[in-house]
């Protein structure tokens, strides 16, 4: 079974700061993991994903997440928070090579960055 | 390249009624997933086609819901007796068979059941 955790309901931080969004795991193997961004009625935007390789990842809107697989967290990060950040951010995790395709999301994180 | 695009955006629908949603994913993707999301809660996976194959379904999907891509292109999914329990966002997303399967959403279509 898969199951991913995301631990705050809510994220304030201001402008400017840096951000951190936090994301936990449990897979049988070795994980695929996903960060998606949703904004108010709309469907969700793929932002980065770990797959193999190095622990830091980037992706879009100068979002990284970092794999820890001692601590199977997979926290995303930002080094400058905008206000145009604020949304809902999802985790998501599946089973790596052999495992299903069908990926298991957190509950999602609000973050609300003031200005 | 153009998106996953869902119709329609909104539906109210009364109590008992049937409803179909569409789903176009993006053109090279042969893999198509139909979500349920409500507040405060992340996608919950209803079903899954590769190609024209409906390869997976979750328990969620009761006997009142019914999903097709008849060509392996677009899909829809329907609801037929609607209940006021089953008032979401039903997202859409596609991927193409590879590696990491990565999956990018459509806009969702949002159920009104009332």
């Known amino acids: 079974a898969q199951s991913v955790a995301q631990p705050e309901d809510q994220v304030n931080v201001a402008e400017g700061n840096p951000l951190t969004v936090k994301c936990t795991y449990s897979?049988?193997?070795?994980?695929?993991l996903f960060w998606y961004v949703q904004y108010p009625n709309r469907g969700l935007q793929f932002l980065l994903k770990?797959?193999?390789?190095?622990?830091l990842v980037k992706g879009s809107y100068g979002f990284e997440a970092e794999f820890n697989k001692s601590q199977t967290s997979f926290h995303l990060k930002k080094p400058s928070a905008l206000v145009s950040d604020s949304a809902l951010y999802f985790c998501a995790v599946r089973d790596g090579p052999g495992g299903s395709y069908i990926p298991t999301f957190g509950r999602g994180t609000s973050l609300i960055v003031h200005p | 390249d153009t998106g996953v695009s869902q119709n329609p955006r909104h539906k109210i629908t009364k109590r008992g009624q049937n409803v179909t949603f569409r789903c176009d994913p993006i053109s090279e993707h042969n893999r198509l997933y139909w979500y349920r999301q409500t507040l405060g809660q992340g996608p919950e996976f209803l079903t899954y086609?590769?190609?024209?194959?409906?390869?997976?379904k979750s328990r969620l999907l009761s006997d009142r819901f019914s999903a097709e891509r008849p060509k392996g292109s677009f899909s829809t999914l329907e609801i037929q007796r609607t209940e006021q329990g089953d008032s979401a966002m039903y997202l859409c997303?596609?991927?193409?068979?590879?590696?990491?399967?990565?999956?990018?959403f459509g806009p969702g279509t949002r159920l009104t059941v009332l």
């Open positions: 997303a596609s991927s193409r068979e590879g590696l990491t399967d990565t999956q990018y």
């Open positions: 770990y797959i193999t390789g190095d622990n």
């Open positions: 897979v049988s193997g070795n994980p695929y």
């Open positions: 086609f590769q190609n024209e194959a409906q390869l997976e």
